[in-house]
């Protein structure tokens, strides 16, 4: 007979823990944080709350026991290294990744991925339905667990539950790709209200219900006949609402002597240079750390900056090495990086400070502050919470930020420096705007951006997350809670930035 464990009123759901257990040098083992975006703006948001986390501990085998972590109860579900393989490093990060990613690498389809896909989201439904209290609500997060929903809705009917993609939804034309899109799209709509990073997302994915699976679509809700015995039509909202990041904690973190002390040893340490470049990203290709690179080696090429005055810190953060994509990516990018720094280093000052391992929090806070320019260049993100957190971290207004137009970022941080990543000549010449810019502009964006992520942060966007799941279903909303008229005033900020890029492009000499 097995004893009942506690149960919550809320439960949030994702694929890893907010820990993950790292073997230090004597092979003891301690809870760190895992990496991801995921992971930084849920702590802040479950801290203090009475409620369950249910989630994959890292490691194959046996779940470990349940724990607490403050008021936060971590219920780990157990995985075997064959299911770790298939529905972890295959199905979720080598078939649906880089779908969801405009197929930057291509995306491998295995039936018995899926099949494990399968088994490993029904066994996260049973866990949750056993700590989750009578009418609880469930958060569901991420693309890992798009057919928990559903299979959470037949154990439970009973229970409130919301689904958030902290990444991209694609195309109709990419989805179509999948051999089990009808699956996946009914297992998400077994949940009462979706979130997405952007407006985008939200519409791609309803195009998709409507598209692929005949469904009839609303404004931002989808009507549907569930299959299987229960013939109740339902309706679904699926809107945009970006996650953020803690403002409040993050930027006071940020002022502390301590911290502001390290950013400016951080910068002796390496050298005093004058401009100092950061990248701060999970070592994953849809990163754009190749062409960052790339563009740095030519801007040194070019003899347009150079070592000791002007240098720049890459942290690289270990992620899903055992995925041939990501080992590949690894390989080359230190290449690159030996290359680079055999070409133009000088004595005692590499052209690039190359670090493949991740930090505590405070530690990369005190890197945000000292760095010049932060370079978050991706080619497809969903949000890119760097970005954000940088912002944070610039109390002083000092800073500058290189943006990726191909992140959720950019529909907030649109005074930020744009540039299209595949476009290396453009990636070069925005970060030389980007460094040339007089110091009360580059204050001007920095204090509007900040404003822009106090306005809307981790605690306000996780509010309207929960409201908008405890009113599920409402009558169609005609717009997201992004509204289309503010999209439409970023992209005209955007363009008007990028006609500005232009033209000191041209006074540069492009
Ligand atoms: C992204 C995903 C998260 C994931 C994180 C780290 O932020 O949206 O779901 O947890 O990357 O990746 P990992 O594979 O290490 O969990």
Request: glycine share 6%.
């Amino acid at each position: 007979m097995t004893v009942a464990g506690p149960t919550f009123d809320l439960v949030v759901a994702a694929n890893g823990l907010p820990v993950e257990r790292v073997l230090d040098a004597s092979g003891e083992g301690t809870w760190e944080p895992s990496p991801g975006g995921l992971v930084s703006a849920m702590e802040s948001v479950m801290e203090g709350r009475k409620a369950a986390w249910v989630g994959w501990a890292g490691e194959s085998g046996r779940a470990p026991e349940p724990f607490h972590q403050g008021d936060l109860y971590l219920r780990p579900v157990g995985l075997t290294s064959a299911e770790i393989a298939e529905y972890y490093e295959g199905f979720s990060n080598d078939t649906l990744w880089p779908i969801y990613h405009d197929v930057i690498v291509p995306a491998s389809f295995h039936r018995n991925w899926w099949n494990t896909y399968r088994t490993v989201n029904h066994r996260f439904a049973q866990v949750i339905a056993e700590v989750a209290a009578p009418g609880a609500t469930v958060w569901v997060h991420d693309y890992q667990l798009q057919l928990v929903p559903a299979m959470l809705r037949a154990i439970r009917p009973d229970l409130r539950i919301g689904w958030f993609n902290h990444i991209p939804f694609p195309p109709v034309e990419l989805f179509a790709q999948l051999p089990w899109r009808r699956a996946l799209v009914e297992g998400v709509l077994g949940a009462d209200f979706l979130g997405f990073q952007r407006t985008a997302d939200a519409a791609n994915f309803l195009r998709v219900c409507r598209r692929l699976l005949g469904m009839s679509t609303k404004g931002d809700t989808v009507t549907f006949t569930p299959p299987g015995d229960d013939p109740a039509r339902r309706t679904v909202r699926a809107s945009a609402l970006p996650i953020s990041v803690d403002f409040q904690g993050l930027s006071a973190l940020a002022a502390t002597p301590a911290v502001i002390a390290r950013a400016a040893e951080i910068r002796a340490s390496l050298g005093a240079p004058e401009i100092l470049l950061l990248g701060v990203d999970r070592l994953d290709y849809t990163k754009g750390i190749r062409q960052r690179l790339k563009a740095y080696e030519e801007l040194l090429r070019d003899k347009a900056i150079a070592p000791p005055e002007v240098t720049l810190m890459q942290v690289a953060l270990p992620n899903r090495e055992r995925v041939d994509a990501y080992r590949f990516l690894r390989e080359e990018v230190e290449r690159t990086v030996g290359r680079i720094n055999g070409e133009y280093s000088v004595l005692g000052s590499p052209a690039i400070h190359y670090l493949h391992r991740s930090y505590p929090r405070e530690e990369m806070a005190a890197m945000f502050v000292a760095a010049d320019i932060m370079l978050v260049t991706p080619l497809r993100d969903g949000m890119n919470l760097v970005a954000k957190e940088y912002v944070t971290c610039r109390n002083d207004l000092g800073g500058a930020l290189v943006l990726s137009e191909f992140t959720g970022a950019w529909h907030e941080l649109h005074q930020a420096f744009i540039c299209n990543p595949h476009d290396i000549e453009g990636v070069k010449l925005t970060i030389m705007r980007a460094i040339n810019a007089p110091e009360d502009e580059r204050r001007r964006r920095m204090k509007a951006m900040r404003k822009r992520v106090a306005d809307n942060d981790v605690q306000r966007w996780s509010s309207l997350y929960l409201d908008s799941l405890a009113s599920a279903p409402l009558k169609p909303h005609r717009r997201s809670r992004v509204s289309d008229k503010e999209l439409r005033e970023a992209e005209r900020a955007n363009r008007a930035n990028l006609r500005a890029s232009d033209r000191a492009a041209e006074r540069i000499g492009g």
